[in-house]
């Protein structure tokens, strides 16, 4: 295959879905949260759909009392890692971890031997938290962004000149001769920044691509210029395609600025898809998972139209007159979506289910449907691939890798096996060794 | 059986052994460092000898170029046990963590996590880190006891809180009703220290043994201090009954000082035995292992002695003049028993392949020689169990577990199987929920 194909990878959170009510859907476990067996089930499952990544999100704290709501996240995304590892073989290993309350030699530590461990299959989401609570967590506030992305860039630096600490053929191990390592090739790297410092070198050999490789999330000009430094992979956060081509333009360009080749960063655009056998039961499927969250999300879609509504009006459509009177809003990128849905003179129980207020884009309907919207931002050049978060995990994942797979696939969209074996070998980018040459 | 038994873990280093050279020993894969398949089956082979714990080592950095010698430590100690936490059903998992060098919060939340993944099989060994090495790898010099232990009093206060954040039954996880949880019973923990301070609570419910267990590990005031208000079971460094028993009871006095029962904690002495058909193949053993690092340690062993020695003496005994003037040093708590073997006309090479410059006594000989051993200082009430460290992991595990393991059995002296599931049950000492009522 010449033709170019479009990556996924797979959000994979707290063990339920990322629709909030997935811990109570029929036929889910709602032990899963503490469940690694129902982990590493899932990520084969999305392995079998040879996906190039799964991607773990984190915030080192709770975000309210889980009530009602299971927390999103899984209990730590490193140790999840490490056990998924063991029971998979090609799928790609994304943790997100924070630059700010984390020391780079325990972070670069604990993603290089993931790495080694999954056979070159580890990335790190690098991100600076900016969330208070999870600040407290540590004793701390949260800094403004000049502080915490300068703590960022220092880390990442850090963290990987460790990784290269040991060159490529370092490591002998001739029992013959005696000779473990060649004590040339494993040097200190001595960084110190104005946070952090390092001496090293890290007592671990490279991995077979060398070492993890680095992800980005979500935009803004501090992230771009981490991103385009260091990252080679991005996931983008954007509801239309003309927002996510500008925004993967603005990373390749990024990348540029750092001296680097644009198509070493990937970026992926998010998606949300309500999967059913037809778009009615694709709207249920939402309805039932959200029905204890929509009636609270009414006045919040009232505020996207620049209307005042109330739950009383949760199952009838917009009136005539609201139509009239919406004006969708500016501060909201999500709004025109919410507008153009209301339009179609859906419940507003329906507009929500259509995934108005989530974070990502939501195809609704079929799996032709999801393939569809795939295929339209794909061939657009709004991304190289996709993060797919998928609603409820027990059975999301695998209507999506048995029915949106194998469309993509037949259109020539999508590989039909993984082609090599490591993380950079899914992404399309280059191995790492050593030290950056840009570094010292 | 209502008889005592000894209790017994497994020192689990870089994946080949306790003996430097035994990443080249015969039979051995040198690619053992980086291969969580070996540590697996190292696991399995100890969890088939009905083993309480495996404990894990660390220090993070690496202590001399690794030219000949391994690193003695698995890449990372909590992803080793996350990998063998999937590959095992029954042995407790401790992983070595510095109070030091890490924030309480991610050290609470990664052993919680591999508790609960393990079904409450974790402990950890807290230490200070006292290593100039490691700090540098964090960009930070090694501060006064008083100051570490003063820092490594409140994360453990810490860590503990925040494990025990949520209260027994604080999951509800109902689907029928849709309570995921009971906000009453997960409260935050507020503590604020004068090195290191946490919100909570930890988003980790409790797990089959509530949470993990603390260890400490060689002695001290400030080591006792620790371990008699938090640990569950300490790990020695003694050469003889009489030292053990000593250390023994001072550990189980500063329990009772603490307000604790002091058989909560259980006191474990090291042994690094040297096992095989007879005491002459069992030296050989460690002759071989030796080769490389023995010449280097005759001057050490001549110190102990209060003798100048070299190394053209490797092959043969002391003299009669030089045992004359011997004079054991007072210094090295070793020196007796070296002047011991020396006296029984052993060559310089075999006295040290008696162990006897090793961190804790070596019996030399047969299986049996080790079980005697172990009945003796176990029957002197010198411990209630032992820390066994395996020369080389690769035929030496399944020796201790098919070879010693049962004659210490037929002697009723060790169990026919596990009586519990977690870490707890397997050391005797109670479940731990909620919070400690001494804080607060
Ligand atoms: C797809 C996606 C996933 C993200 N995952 C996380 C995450 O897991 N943890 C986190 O702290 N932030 C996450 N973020 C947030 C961003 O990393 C970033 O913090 C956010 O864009 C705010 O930027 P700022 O820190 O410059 O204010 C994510 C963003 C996106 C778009
Ligand atoms: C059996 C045993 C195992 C130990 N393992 C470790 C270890 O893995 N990492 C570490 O930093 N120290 C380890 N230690 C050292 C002690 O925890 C402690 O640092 C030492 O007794 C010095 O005490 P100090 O910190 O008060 O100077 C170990 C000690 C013993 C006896």
Redesign the interface.
Known sequence: MSKRTMILGMQLGNGYGSQPMA??APG?D??N??N?DAH?RYAQAAERGKFAFLFLPDF???SK???????M?T??P???L??I???TERIGLVATGSTT???P??TA??F???D??SHGRAGWNAVTTSDP?VA????QEIDARPERYERAHETIQIAQALWGSWEKDAWI???QT??????DK?QPINL?GRH??????????PSEQGQPVVFQAGGGDYGLGLAGRYANAVIGATFTIEDAKAQRNAVRKAAVDAGRDPDEIKYFAGVMPAIAGSKREALDRRVALGR?VFPARVPYLGAMLGLSLDVSQLNQPLTGEQLEAARPSPFDPRSQRAYEVAQEGWSIRDILAHGVIDYHPTPVGTAEDTADHLQEWFEAGAADGFWVSIDVYEDGIDTFVDEVVPILQERGLYHSDYEGTTLRDHLGVPEQYGQDPRLG
């Open positions: 811990w109570k889910v709602a032990a949260y503490a690694f590493v080192a704290g709770m009392a889980p009530e009602q709501e299971a927390p996240l209990l730590d490193l140790m999840t490490a056990a590892a063991r029971g309350f984390n020391e030699y325990n530590r604990q290089k031997t993931l080694v461990m609570l407290a967590n540590y004793g191990k001739d029992q005696g000779q473990f390592a060649d004590p494993i110190q952090v410092a390092s001496r090293g070198p890290l007592p671990i050999p204890e």
